[in-house]
């Protein structure tokens, strides 16, 4: 049985549409206050999680989610739904991540007992670099974060 919940979301004029409010309580509707859901906006759709800052729950909203789902400062009422993602959340790692995690021992399994968005931003920002020398620094700063795990 799927569960999902749809609902209309009008941003505030002020809004920097970074997150998404919830007009619902996501334990109430998906069992759990942090759950793992897929946001679909029109044809766009993209993997997340519920948070809760200040007793209210949201969805972060990426800028690149945002672009691909045509959001812009003028939209009006934007149809949102929330669908409970129980599918297993995987994280293809970059190659020349995978050879410098398996150079140090123990950071592969660090870098995966991380949580799914952490290894999903890491990978992502690796990938995104346009430089060489950019994706080199990325690759740094994710082994320095696991590095700082394992001690």
Do not use: C, Y
């Not at 609902?7 to 998404?20: H, N």
């Not at 669908?83 to 994280?91: C, I």
Request: proline letters at 8%; zero cysteines; a neutral charge.
């Amino acid at each position: 049985m799927t569960i999902a919940r749809t609902f209309l979301w009008t941003p505030a004029p002020d809004d920097d549409f970074s997150t998404i409010p919830l007009p619902f309580d996501p334990k109430t509707v998906f069992g759990k206050t942090r759950a793992p859901v897929v946001v679909a906006i029109g044809t766009h759709s993209f993997r997340s999680t519920v948070t809760t800052m200040g007793g209210v729950p949201w969805v972060p909203f990426r800028k690149s989610n945002r672009v691909a789902a045509g959001v812009t400062d003028e939209a009006g009422p934007i149809q949102v739904t929330l669908t409970l993602d129980e599918t297993e959340r995987t994280v293809a790692v970059p190659t020349d991540l995978a050879h410098a995690l398996a150079a140090m021992p123990g950071a592969r399994e660090a870098w995966d007992a991380q949580s799914f968005t952490a290894r999903r931003e890491q990978a992502e920002a690796i990938e995104e670099a346009r430089r060489p020398e950019t994706r080199a620094k990325r690759i740094q700063s994710a082994l320095d974060s696991i590095r700082k795990k394992l001690e």
